[in-house]
């Protein structure tokens, strides 16, 4: 589903890639592929320009151990985006302090 939902999009029909990933979020998965459905859902829309519908995904995707950086780098991209550029620098330094240990 992920790679079917990459090319989609890639190709430009991102209604039908978000399609495909909320479609796998209803069937049963393990935590990994739930979180990785959930980022590139995040990107997806954010293509698509579903800037709010992106958040919620980048959000829930951050709630996995192991995808906060995933999902802080997709939340950077749409807050760069939207022109939020002080949060998207912000969401990168907190992610780096984490990865860090600080």
């Known amino acids: 589903r992920l790679a079917f939902a990459a090319a989609l ?21 393990t935590p990994t592929e739930i979180a990785a459905m959930w980022a590139t859902l995040g990107d997806v829309l954010v293509r698509s320009g579903d800037f709010l519908g992106a958040e919620d995904a980048y959000r829930q995707a951050e709630a996995h151990p192991g995808f906060a950086a995933r999902a802080a780098a997709g939340r950077a991209r749409l ?12 969401s990168l330094a907190a992610v780096a302090a984490a990865a860090s240990g600080d």
């Open 79 to 90: 807050q760069a985006k939207t022109g939020r550029y002080e949060e998207a620098f912000a």
């Open 9 to 29: 999009a890639h190709r430009g029909d991102c209604p039908r890639a978000a399609q495909t990933l909320r479609a796998g979020l209803a069937r049963p998965a």
